[in-house]
Protein backbone atom coordinates (compact mmCIF):
# COMPACT_ATOMS: atom_id res chain seq x y z
CA UNK A 1 0.00 0.00 0.00
CA UNK A 2 1.57 3.13 -0.91
CA UNK A 3 1.41 5.94 1.31
CA UNK A 4 3.01 9.61 1.99
CA UNK A 5 4.49 10.49 4.99
CA UNK A 6 4.71 14.65 5.54
CA UNK A 7 6.31 16.35 8.12
CA UNK A 8 7.13 19.87 8.80
CA UNK A 9 4.63 22.54 9.23
CA UNK A 10 3.77 24.88 12.20
CA UNK A 11 3.92 27.94 12.90
CA UNK A 12 6.24 31.04 12.05
CA UNK A 13 6.20 34.78 12.20
CA UNK A 14 6.24 36.51 8.76
CA UNK A 15 9.84 36.79 7.05
CA UNK A 16 10.74 33.35 8.82
CA UNK A 17 11.10 29.95 7.00
CA UNK A 18 9.62 26.39 7.55
CA UNK A 19 10.91 23.12 5.96
CA UNK A 20 7.96 20.58 4.87
CA UNK A 21 9.13 17.22 4.00
CA UNK A 22 6.99 14.67 2.01
CA UNK A 23 8.14 10.69 1.68
CA UNK A 24 7.02 8.13 -0.51
CA UNK A 25 6.63 4.64 0.47
CA UNK A 26 5.10 1.08 -0.44
CA UNK A 27 5.23 -0.76 -3.49
CA UNK A 28 5.48 1.26 -7.15
CA UNK A 29 7.43 1.57 -9.86
CA UNK A 30 8.58 4.90 -9.85
CA UNK A 31 7.34 8.34 -9.22
CA UNK A 32 5.99 10.13 -12.30
CA UNK A 33 5.75 13.50 -10.61
CA UNK A 34 5.70 14.91 -6.87
CA UNK A 35 5.16 18.23 -5.25
CA UNK A 36 2.89 19.97 -2.46
CA UNK A 37 -0.60 21.73 -2.87
CA UNK A 38 -1.87 24.03 -0.41
CA UNK A 39 -5.64 25.21 0.72
CA UNK A 40 -6.35 28.05 2.23
CA UNK A 41 -9.99 28.04 4.31
CA UNK A 42 -12.83 29.27 1.45
CA UNK A 43 -10.02 28.73 -1.19
CA UNK A 44 -9.58 26.35 -3.78
CA UNK A 45 -6.63 23.70 -3.54
CA UNK A 46 -3.96 25.25 -5.60
CA UNK A 47 -0.29 23.68 -6.93
CA UNK A 48 2.65 25.71 -4.85
CA UNK A 49 5.38 23.67 -6.75
CA UNK A 50 6.04 20.23 -8.39
CA UNK A 51 9.04 18.15 -9.61
CA UNK A 52 9.19 15.81 -12.47
CA UNK A 53 10.51 12.53 -12.82
CA UNK A 54 13.17 13.63 -15.20
CA UNK A 55 13.76 16.88 -12.59
CA UNK A 56 11.79 19.63 -14.36
CA UNK A 57 10.01 22.00 -11.39
CA UNK A 58 7.28 23.92 -11.80
CA UNK A 59 6.00 26.43 -9.22
CA UNK A 60 3.44 28.69 -8.25
CA UNK A 61 3.87 31.93 -9.60
CA UNK A 62 3.43 33.40 -5.94
CA UNK A 63 6.11 31.50 -4.72
CA UNK A 64 8.87 31.85 -7.04
CA UNK A 65 12.06 33.33 -5.83
CA UNK A 66 10.72 31.98 -2.28
CA UNK A 67 10.18 28.40 -2.51
CA UNK A 68 12.80 25.95 -3.69
CA UNK A 69 11.35 22.32 -4.31
CA UNK A 70 13.91 19.57 -4.25
CA UNK A 71 14.28 15.89 -3.76
CA UNK A 72 16.63 12.85 -2.54
CA UNK A 73 18.67 10.87 -4.69
CA UNK A 74 15.70 8.20 -4.82
CA UNK A 75 13.35 10.58 -5.90
CA UNK A 76 11.01 8.95 -3.64
CA UNK A 77 11.28 12.28 -1.15
CA UNK A 78 10.23 15.93 -1.55
CA UNK A 79 11.46 19.03 0.08
CA UNK A 80 9.70 21.98 0.26
CA UNK A 81 11.73 25.12 1.41
CA UNK A 82 9.74 27.81 2.78
CA UNK A 83 11.60 31.15 2.76
CA UNK A 84 10.58 34.66 3.55
CA UNK A 85 6.73 33.47 4.27
CA UNK A 86 4.18 35.69 4.40
CA UNK A 87 0.69 35.86 6.01
CA UNK A 88 -1.17 34.99 2.70
CA UNK A 89 1.29 31.51 2.75
CA UNK A 90 -1.11 30.19 5.76
CA UNK A 91 -3.03 26.98 4.05
CA UNK A 92 -3.12 23.12 5.10
CA UNK A 93 -0.43 22.06 2.66
CA UNK A 94 -0.89 18.32 0.99
CA UNK A 95 1.83 16.33 -1.04
CA UNK A 96 0.88 14.84 -3.72
CA UNK A 97 2.35 12.52 -6.12
CA UNK A 98 1.54 10.69 -9.18
CA UNK A 99 3.22 7.18 -8.93
CA UNK A 100 3.83 4.35 -11.38
CA UNK A 101 2.33 0.55 -10.05
CA UNK A 102 4.42 -0.94 -12.83
CA UNK A 103 6.31 -0.33 -16.11
CA UNK A 104 3.60 0.40 -17.88
CA UNK A 105 2.82 4.68 -19.06
CA UNK A 106 0.34 5.53 -16.56
CA UNK A 107 0.21 6.38 -13.16
CA UNK A 108 -1.98 7.01 -9.93
CA UNK A 109 -2.46 10.04 -7.50
CA UNK A 110 -1.58 9.73 -3.85
CA UNK A 111 -2.43 12.47 -1.28
CA UNK A 112 -0.92 12.95 1.94
CA UNK A 113 -2.98 13.59 4.80
CA UNK A 114 -1.58 17.69 4.99
CA UNK A 115 0.28 19.79 7.07
CA UNK A 116 -0.91 23.14 8.60
CA UNK A 117 1.33 25.97 8.03
CA UNK A 118 0.06 29.60 9.87
CA UNK A 119 2.24 32.65 9.33
CA UNK A 120 1.30 35.28 11.81
CA UNK A 121 2.24 38.98 10.62
Known amino acids: QVQLVESGGGLVQAGGSLRLSCAASGSFYIVNVMGWYRQAPGNERELVASITSGGSTNYADSVKGRFTLSRDNAKTTVYLQMDNLKPEDTAVYYC???????????????WGQGTQVTVSS
Open 96 to 110: NANLRPDSRPFGYNY
